[in-house]
């Protein structure tokens, strides 16, 4: 099933991320695919843009850190 694109301009904020493989990843708040992050450096308060849906959200200055993401929202609905 195709996932639709609809990110608007809107930054949203993101209030957990994970590490895979040496990237940090997030899910990304406009069209729900896992994003990487680039850099090394801890993400929180970073914004970011996904290449893909071209929306940007920022990491919550307070988010946490999960070993894994959680699983997509309509999977748990399952
Ligand atoms: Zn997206």
Redesign the pocket.
């Known amino acids: 099933m195709m996932v639709m694109?609809n990110?608007t301009d809107e930054i949203l904020v993101v209030e957990c991320f994970a590490r895979e493989d040496g990237d940090w990843i997030a899910r990304?708040?406009?069209?729900?695919?896992v994003?990487g992050m680039n850099g090394e450096e801890p993400v929180r308060g970073e914004q970011f843009q996904?290449r893909?849906?071209?929306?940007w959200?920022e990491v919550s200055s307070d988010a946490s850190r999960l070993k894994r993401l959680p699983q997509h929202p309509d999977e748990d609905a399952k």
């Open positions: 694109a990110a990304c708040p406009h069209c729900l695919r994003v996904d893909v849906c071209g929306g959200f």
